[in-house]
């Protein structure tokens, strides 16, 4: 198993400005992702964080909005850009254990945008 | 495009009853299925995991099916307790992507 740490637990911020959000491993890991999970719905891929190159993002998502950078086999950042109230959401990183194809999930960061 | 959808969508069943949870997905060709917990404003916990060579996996009161050729998967919770309540989030498992459905909202009444 993996276990994950995400910073901070939650925030609200407010229109227009960024937030970047931690996500901490503490085992090294090939595949880590972001999701998102908007009120009331099912969580949502928002890109593939890919170590020492460009995250692989998902149709609907974009770089300039969610930044993501991938420093390292532990450790993983995203930023959410230019906020605005319909980022509302939580966000939550995992990781893909190789093998059993298992993903786990960390706690998730909870933004509310004002 | 996988599609994952869950039935029902909101379940309430009083303690002690034994209940059945439905996940039907429309692409066979996955890697395994994985049944998630999420308590309100909380991450995900997962529950079960069902390789696509496997027919059903058990994890105490919890019974994961699986059935890959029908497109379906049912998660078996006996003799449930309040602290059961939350959401129940099927999630399949393509070649690195994860698919969920839209979760059972699940409330056991003491």
């Known amino acids: 198993s993996a276990v994950i740490s995400q910073k901070p637990s939650r925030d609200i911020c407010q229109r227009g400005t960024s937030l970047t959000i931690q996500c901490q491993v503490d085992?090294?890991?090939?595949?880590m992702f972001w999701y998102r999970q908007q009120p009331g719905q099912s969580l949502t891929l928002i890109a593939t964080?890919?170590?020492?190159?460009?995250?692989?993002?998902e149709s609907g998502f974009v770089i300039d909005k969610f930044p993501i950078s991938r420093p390292n086999l532990t450790f993983s950042t995203l930023t959410v850009s230019n906020m605005s109230p319909e980022d509302s959401s939580i966000y939550l990183c995992?990781?893909?254990?190789?093998?059993?194809?298992?993903?786990?999930f960390g706690p998730g960061t909870r933004l509310t945008v004002t | 495009k996988q599609e994952v959808t869950q039935i029902p969508a909101a379940l309430s069943v009083p303690e002690g009853e034994n209940l059945v949870l439905n996940c039907s997905f429309t692409d066979s060709a996955i890697y395994n299925l994985q049944w998630f917990r999420q308590d309100p404003g909380k991450g995900l916990t997962s529950l079960l995991l069902?390789?696509?060579?496997?027919r059903e996996q058990t994890s105490g009161r919890l019974n994961a099916s699986l059935d890959k050729s029908s497109g379906r998967s049912t998660l078996y919770i006996a003799a449930s307790q309040p602290g059961d309540s939350a959401t129940y989030l099927c999630a399949v498992q393509g070649a690195q992507k994860l698919v969920f459905g839209q979760g059972t909202r699940l409330t056991i009444n003491p």
């Open positions: 964080a890919n170590q020492g190159s460009e995250a692989t993002y």
């Open positions: 069902i390789q696509s060579s496997q």
């Open positions: 995992s990781v893909l254990l190789a093998g059993l194809h298992e993903q786990y």
């Open positions: 085992s090294q890991v090939t595949m």
